[in-house]
C-alpha cells in the first residue's frame, strides 16, 4: 500500500488468487451448512458492497468481535457464525490482464 499527494492510502489491485474471508451467520446467510444463494439482499450489495478481509491481512480477534457485535444487534438469524473461504476472483469476476481483480 501506498499513499497519494494528500496522504491517502492507496490500494493495489487485489490478486485473482488471493484468499478472502467473508463473516456469515447461521440461519441468515448460512442454512445446513451451506450460504444460501439469496445470502445478501442485491440492494445491500447495491448500497454498501460485499464485506470482505483478505486474509493475510485478517485478524482473528477483529473478526471474532465483529460476530459478537453484529450477532448482538440482530441475534434472530444470527445465532452462530460461520467464516468462509474463497479466492478473489470468483467474487468479483473482473480482472486485469495481470490477473488481478479490478473492483
Do not use: W
Request: glycine share 6%.
Amino acid at each position: 500500500m501506498s499513499t497519494d499527494a494528500a496522504g491517502v492510502p492507496v490500494y493495489d489491485p487485489i490478486p485473482h488468487e488471493e484468499q478472502l474471508l467473508r463473516l456469515n451467520f447461521s440461519s441468515e446467510h448460512v442454512q445446513n451448512g451451506v450460504v444460501i444463494p439469496n445470502a445478501i439482499a442485491v440492494e445491500d450489495l447495491k448500497r454498501r458492497g460485499y464485506s470482505l478481509d483478505r486474509e493475510y491481512l485478517a485478524d482473528i480477534q477483529t473478526i471474532q468481535k465483529r460476530a459478537e457485535t453484529q450477532s448482538i444487534k440482530q441475534p434472530e438469524g444470527r445465532e452462530e457464525p460461520y467464516l468462509s473461504r474463497f479466492g478473489c476472483g470468483p467474487v468479483c469476476r473482473e480482472v486485469d490482464d495481470d490477473g488481478a481483480c479490478t473492483c
